[in-house]
């Protein structure tokens, strides 16, 4: 399994960033994906999740109404669109496989983690 995410990078407050991850070495249509992040001396958190299909997601609270995880089966690709950027969005964001067809927002429920990329929001 690998998990490779692009599309981090500096952005201004109220700015967007759009991140993607490319998945490999597994079947991509059959299982949920996610979005995680992680700030220094905080835990990784889930933010935002979708279901096999992409006909189910969950948001964090800290990111509803701005981020939105869109899931490509035909591309192997998942994507989180990310608008109106604050300054507490900065931390490494990770694409993360679980377990099953549907998410459980657990870490517990992520078998494959990638590397991450690095999103700062300061202007």
């Known amino acids: 399994v690998q998990l490779v995410e692009s599309g981090g990078g500096l952005a201004q407050p109220g700015g967007s960033l759009r991140l993607s991850c490319a998945a490999s070495?597994?079947?991509?249509?059959?299982?949920?994906m996610n979005w995680a992040r992680q700030a220094p001396g905080q835990e990784r958190e889930i933010i935002a999740a979708?279901?096999?299909?992409?006909?189910?997601?969950y948001y964090a609270e800290s990111v509803k109404g701005r981020f939105t995880i869109t899931k490509d089966n035909a591309k192997n690709a998942l994507y989180l669109q990310m608008n109106n950027l604050k300054p507490e969005d900065t931390a490494l964001y990770f694409c993360?496989?679980?377990?099953?067809?549907?998410?459980?927002?657990?870490?517990?429920?992520?078998?494959?983690w990638g590397q991450g990329t690095q999103v700062t929001v300061s202007s």
């Open positions: 979708i279901n096999w299909n992409g006909g189910n997601t």
């Open positions: 993360a496989k679980s377990r099953r067809a549907t998410f459980l927002t657990a870490n517990s429920a992520i078998d494959y």
């Open positions: 070495g597994f079947s991509f249509s059959d299982y949920a």
